[in-house]
């Protein structure tokens, strides 16, 4: 119903900066206004929760660790979420994963997965 395709993870150094897309398709995910987000997974941890946005942009969340550094975004023109991530930090290598949820107050219990995209962060 919902398919989520991520881009843009790579390998950069410590202090450096990457952005992350997300694409949305799916003949629900034009009918609803979903809220989407985003989770991550390090070697040997369970994957947590890193960042939301609704559909108006209006609310957004985040992360302990990750705030002040990370900023989401979305373009729902072009069905897209972003994921600015700055001031990058070895602790941050991970394999992200895109996530969306009909309702933003369940995001971190999302009904939608993307495949995952990964970055590393090298010292």
């Known amino acids: 119903q919902v398919q989520l395709v991520e881009s843009g993870g790579g390998l950069v150094q410590a202090g450096g900066s990457l952005r992350l897309s997300c694409a949305a398709s799916?003949?629900?995910?034009?009918?609803?206004?979903?809220?989407m987000g985003w989770f991550r997974q390090a070697p040997g941890k369970e994957r947590e929760f890193v960042a939301a946005?609704?559909?108006?942009?209006?609310?957004?969340d985040y992360a302990d660790s990750v705030k002040g550094r990370f900023t989401i975004s979305r373009d729902n023109a072009k069905n897209t979420m972003y994921l600015q991530m700055n001031s990058l930090k070895p602790e941050d290598t991970a394999v992200y994963y895109c996530?969306?949820?009909?309702?933003?107050?369940?995001?971190?219990?999302?009904?939608?997965w993307g495949q995952g995209t990964q970055v590393t962060v090298s010292s």
């Open positions: 799916g003949r629900t995910f034009s009918s609803y206004n979903y809220a």
């Open positions: 946005i609704n559909w108006s942009r209006v609310l957004r």
């Open positions: 996530v969306a949820h009909r309702f933003y107050e369940s995001i971190r219990s999302p009904a939608y």
